[in-house]
């Protein structure tokens, strides 16, 4: 069982590096200017930047079975991720700023800089040990709050100017569904390892996102 659902994982992880990529690819080639769809182009190709470091160490040890070998890459690959995916939310406000126009944004965008800012410096704090097979859940919560707060940021801005745009309607839900998987994840994971299972709808949730911006 335990084979099975490796192999599910190296099925899905390379189905989403090639989706991804393609999404992104195209969203960057098929713009005519720097407008949004560009910056989601990038914001696409940063999030599987940011993947990569974590997911091609993770289809090593299914593949070789060899987990300490790869502890180090791991480690990092969590830790490079989740710098990645707090920028992924910077540009996601930024293209929301330019979609939807709002008015008087310069406190809030300079809050969600903050935030962003407290997560990365969170990341790279050594009482993380990201190189532990089971890192600590305190600084797990922690660096994950000022996370959430930016998504709950970002999702709150996509909600209200929802019936602006109908392609991006439902960006809002994609990112709270995106939490509604990862958070069971960062507190549960460490007592039942089988939990880590929710990142894969939380990472069909992420190529739902990108796929609205086509």
């Known amino acids: ?43 696409a190709l940063i999030l599987v930047f940011g993947d990569f470091f974590h997911l091609i160490p993770r289809i090593k040890v299914i593949i070789k079975g060899n987990e300490e070998r790869y502890r180090k890459s791991l480690g990092r690959g969590k830790q490079i991720t989740s710098i990645t995916m707090t920028i992924f939310y910077l540009i996601l406000w930024h293209i929301g700023i330019i979609v939807f126009q709002p008015t008087k944004i310069f406190f809030l965008t300079s809050v969600l800089y903050i935030l962003a800012f407290i997560r990365i410096y969170l990341c790279f704090l050594k009482q993380n040990k990201w190189e532990e097979r089971r890192s600590p859940v305190r ?16 999702a709150a801005l996509f909600f209200l100017f929802r019936n602006n745009i109908q392609e991006l309607k439902y960006i809002w839900l994609a990112l709270l569904l995106s939490f509604a998987f990862y958070i069971p994840v960062v507190l549960f994971v460490n007592k039942n390892p089988k939990i880590g299972m929710l990142m894969i709808p939380k990472t069909f949730t992420y190529l739902w996102l ?4 086509m």
């Open 139 to 154: 600084p797990a919560i922690l660096r994950n709050i000022p996370f959430l707060l930016q998504g709950l940021m970002v």
């Open 1 to 43: 069982m335990k084979r099975v659902f490796g192999l599910v994982e190296i099925v899905f992880d390379i189905f989403y590096f090639i989706s991804a990529t393609i999404i992104g690819l195209i969203l960057i080639l098929g713009s005519e200017d720097y407008s949004f769809k560009f910056l989601s182009g990038i914001m």
């Open 210 to 213: 990108m796929i609205m911006f």
